[in-house]
């Protein structure tokens, strides 16, 4: 069964570091990996979706890279801002069937 | 815009009473709706896979006379928890996929969650 694992699970940084969250997974037969945000008390807010064939997605500061042999994922926000405070999800899907496997979360704090 | 609605966003329920969760695909057909739960400061894990028309396929561990859940439209999703307890409080959260609008190219969606409190 897939495992996915996220490092660190909390974080606090000041305002305007870069930062680099890690994501890892033990079946590499996975057709996407995600990458989600949850506010407290909210739903979650998709951020990067990158397929299998790709190795890497950018949305704005956020840049997701994604090595499917070695079974890892980052997400580095760049300028990081107290606005980027929640709970970073990311997950995986097994080839083709739309169901995610999520990681337990990194919590980032970015202090003003 | 959204376009898998839940509802409702929170709920408390009395012990021993049922509470229906919706999940609605708003401008697509969703062949495939997937039930996830969350409980506190852990991560969320699948609960089961719905499809249109036909029974829900439940993960290990979870109990389907328990949690049951009816995929009778293709725009429709439902997830009934019966005789809830408090350790059935936990955040509730759905996905989908399927065809046409912004449904086509089996992306997926996720609803905005409900969270469940049984007192």
């Known amino acids: 069964k897939q495992e996915v694992t996220q490092i660190p699970a909390a974080l606090s940084v000041p305002e305007g570091e870069n930062l680099v969250l890690n994501c890892s997974f033990t079946?590499?037969?996975?057709?996407?990996l995600q990458w989600f945000r949850q506010d407290p008390g909210k739903g979650l807010t998709s951020l990067l979706l990158i397929q299998s064939s790709q190795r890497e997605q950018t949305s704005g500061r956020l840049n997701a890279s994604l090595d499917k042999s070695s079974g890892r994922s980052t997400l580095y926000i760049a300028a990081s801002q107290p606005g980027d405070s929640a709970t970073y999800l990311c997950?995986?899907?097994?080839?083709?069937?739309?169901?995610?496997?999520f990681g337990s979360g990194t919590k980032l704090n970015v202090k003003p | 815009g959204a376009v898998v609605s839940q509802h409702p966003s929170r709920v408390i329920c009395k012990s021993g009473t049922s509470v229906k969760i919706e999940c609605r695909s708003l401008?697509?057909?969703?062949?495939?709706m997937f039930w996830y739960r969350q409980f506190p400061k852990q991560s969320l894990m699948l609960m089961a896979t719905s499809n249109e028309g036909s029974k829900a396929t439940y993960e290990q561990g979870v109990e389907k006379d328990k949690f049951l859940i009816n995929h009778a439209s293709l725009t429709l999703s439902t997830l009934t928890v019966t005789s809830a307890h408090p350790e059935d409080s936990s955040f509730y959260i759905c996905s989908a996929s399927g065809v046409g609008g912004r449904g086509a190219g089996n992306t997926i969606y996720f609803g905005e969650g409900s969270w469940l409190t049984v007192v």
């Open positions: 997950a995986v899907s097994p080839y083709n069937f739309n169901k995610f496997y």
């Open positions: 401008d697509f057909q969703a062949t495939t």
């Open positions: 079946d590499s037969a996975i057709y996407n």
